[in-house]
């Protein structure tokens, strides 16, 4: 099952993997980008015209660009804007006991 643009749950293993290489990143219930390839930026490496998202500008100076990235092909999976301090964020939720059941 499609879960995002590049990245598949295998219902059966209860996996997350890499729909252009296949390579399988996590369990179900992790966050997928905790087992990413991560790049951390200023907010201008999203491109000059690229306007943050209001509810976190915030004036916050230290508000970063993080990109996701797939560990054995590289392809970029997602990315966010956060706090420096802020934990990664965890977005796509498996609800693996409604797969089970
Ligand atoms: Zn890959």
Known sequence: MQIQK????????LTISCR?????LCNADENYKEH???RTGPVTDAGPAFEPPK????????L????FF????????DHEFAREDDP?????????DSIKA
């Open 6 to 13: 590049y990245l598949d749950l295998n219902e059966e293993e």
């Open 64 to 67: 970063e660009f993080r990109q």
């Open 20 to 24: 252009k290489c296949g390579e399988t």
């Open 70 to 77: 797939c560990p054995s092909c590289g392809v970029l999976f």
């Open 36 to 38: 990413s390839a991560m």
């Open 88 to 96: 990664i964020l965890h977005d796509i939720e498996v609800d693996v």
């Open 55 to 62: 509810k976190l500008l915030g004036q916050d100076p230290n």
